[in-house]
């Protein structure tokens, strides 16, 4: 569930990375522009446009990620995973390059899912650190993205990665639909299958309402294997988010919504590294042989250095970009 959150300031120490100065707002970034770091409050998707949508998804990857990601390419979308590596995903990790290829980003949702305000610094920065050696060859142009585990994040979250090499990541990224589990009117997937084994149809028909209720933003869902897997019919018997995926898509598509990355949400694109010239959304140099975004966005942009790659799948340089901000 989203944890609370109390607008406290504070500057990032680490290694020379500057964080957000102290009167910046929780959904004004501005001030953060060209400075690649976490940053509390969290970011948010108020700045996207209206009917925006920037598909999200934790604690995967799982024995569908790739048919999921599959599936968004072939609708055009790039979605944003933000993975795990504890036992629960460690046989599918194979499919981090895929996911590359097929033009999505990876995000860091640290190494074992720990709520993170409940640890200390030192093992704050050890769960993302540890992620980070996973997910950072497969990361093109150095774009950390970060989301703590439950959305829990606060003033000790953020000071312990600030004064460490993590401060690399923006974030976290929180999101305006799909986290409170509150029928007929809104859903989160996770208690869709868990609580109470609604039919994927029943599950995306909530999420579509809560959507076009907040009118734009960024859509939180998990790829982990929480519901039935194995039932691709959407209509009967205990669903599951991929299905859901595939059935709420083309329905938002036909409401007029379209889809952008993550990473090109404009308070979240403006605090990342700029892309080179000649790439796409996805880092790739060419715009990407997989997905292509359904709206354009500013791709922000910073003094900082970023390292060169592409999505292929192939690992890249991920130095880092904010050494000098």
Not at 157 to 164: F, H, M, R, T
Not at 225 to 230: L, P, R
Request: charged share 15%; hydrophobic share 35%.
């Amino acid at each position: 569930m989203r944890a609370q959150f109390v607008a406290l300031g504070g500057f990032a120490l680490g290694l020379g990375l500057v964080g957000c100065p102290e009167d910046r707002q929780a959904i004004d970034h501005a001030s953060c522009v060209g400075r690649q770091a976490v940053s509390f409050p969290p970011v948010f998707g108020a700045s996207m446009g209206a009917k925006q949508l920037a598909l999200s998804f934790d604690d995967g990857p799982a024995s569908r990620t790739s048919d999921l990601s599959a599936y968004l390419k072939g609708q055009g979308i790039r979605a944003t995973f933000f993975v795990n590596a504890n036992a629960q995903q460690a046989a599918y990790l194979s499919v981090l390059p895929q996911l590359v290829a097929d033009g999505h980003v990876l995000g860091n949702h640290t190494k074992n899912h720990l709520d993170l305000t409940t640890l200390d610094p030192a093992q704050i920065v050890d769960e993302v650190t540890q992620l980070d050696a996973v997910i950072a060859p497969y990361v093109p142009n150095a774009r950390f993205l970060f989301r703590a585990p439950f959305g829990a994040y606060d003033q000790g979250v953020y000071d312990a990665l600030a004064a460490s090499p993590m401060n690399k990541y923006v974030g976290h990224v929180e999101w305006e639909s799909g986290d409170n589990h509150a029928p007929p009117n809104e859903a989160a997937d996770v208690q869709c299958w868990q609580a109470d084994a609604m039919t994927s149809k029943e599950c995306g028909d909530l999420y579509v309402k809560e959507i076009e209720t907040v009118g734009k933003g960024i859509v939180l869902m998990h790829d982990a294997d929480y519901g039935d897997s194995t039932n691709t019919n959407v209509s009967v018997g205990k669903g599951n988010t991929v299905d859901m995926v595939k059935y709420i898509v083309p329905i938002l598509k036909s409401k007029g919504f379209t889809f952008i990355g993550v990473d090109e949400v404009p308070a979240i694109a403006s605090m990342l590294p700029p892309l080179p010239p000649d790439a796409g959304p996805d880092g790739s140099p060419d715009g990407g042989s997989g997905t292509s975004s359904s709206s354009t966005s500013s791709s922000g942009g910073s003094s900082g250095a970023s390292s060169g790659g592409s999505s292929s799948g192939t690992p890249v340089d991920a130095g880092d970009p904010c050494a000098s901000p």
